[in-house]
């Protein structure tokens, strides 16, 4: 029987399938004609460490040249909370927000940026990109 040592320590750590993606939904962008920005920001995207878990917290912007689509932002906010409990990575979860959101929207380009809270002295700044034209 394999025994997870962090469960033992009462500590609730989700794998990515408890990342909400249901919940996020594009409405449509009535403009398109017109190259429109959006920039998301956030001081409170959390997350756990998927080895100790022990809470990762960042200021979150999310920018995207639309073409489309909007991502409505209540369910934004449902989808960023989803995180709360699951372990992984710093870079892997700006990774996992622009690939969850350019399968959504398909937008021009995006770009998600997430500025980490320092520990043991250290910042992580981790960024991660889209750009429709180069398929990156």
Not at 74 to 101: A, C, E, M, P, W
């Amino acid at each position: 029987m394999d025994i997870n040592k962090y469960t033992l320590r009462g500590l609730n750590i989700q794998k990515d399938e408890a990342i909400n993606t249901a919940v996020i939904e594009a409405t449509p962008f009535d403009y398109s004609s017109s190259a429109g920005n959006v920039v998301y920001e956030t001081e409170e995207f959390t997350f756990v460490c998927p080895w100790t878990g022990l809470p990762d917290f960042a200021g979150l912007v999310i920018r995207y040249t639309l073409d489309r689509s909007l991502v409505e932002l209540k369910f934004l906010k449902y989808y960023l909370t989803s995180y709360r409990n699951v372990g992984i990575l710093q870079k892997h979860s700006v990774n996992r927000i622009l690939h969850d959101l350019v399968q959504l929207l398909k937008p021009v380009s995006m770009v998600v940026q997430a500025d980490y809270k320092a520990r043991g002295g250290l910042r992580t700044r981790a960024v991660a990109k889209y750009d429709r034209e180069s398929n990156t």
